[in-house]
């Protein structure tokens, strides 16, 4: 199943993929929750930085420090 779309893009949870064509540039926060089998979780918040001119967009995020 998919997420709602976001500023053009959308999260599909069984593939994992974040895909789509952004539709304003700048910073759009992000928050990312994993869970594992045995029902821990970790979260992290960040800024997805959506920049470029024109069609075509780059795509960055840059996770808060120490969490890499």
């Given at each position: 199943s998919s997420w709602p779309t976001i500023n053009g893009l959308s999260f599909?949870?069984?593939t994992a993929v974040l895909s789509g064509i952004p539709?304003?540039?700048g910073a759009?926060?992000?928050k990312?929750?994993?869970t594992d089998s045995d029902?821990?979780?970790l979260s992290l918040a960040y800024?997805?930085?959506v920049?470029?001119?024109g069609v075509a967009r780059a795509i960055t995020n840059t996770p808060p420090s120490g969490t890499e």
């Open positions: 599909n949870d069984t539709i304003f540039t759009l926060p992000l990312v929750k994993v029902y821990r979780s800024d997805l930085n920049g470029g001119t």
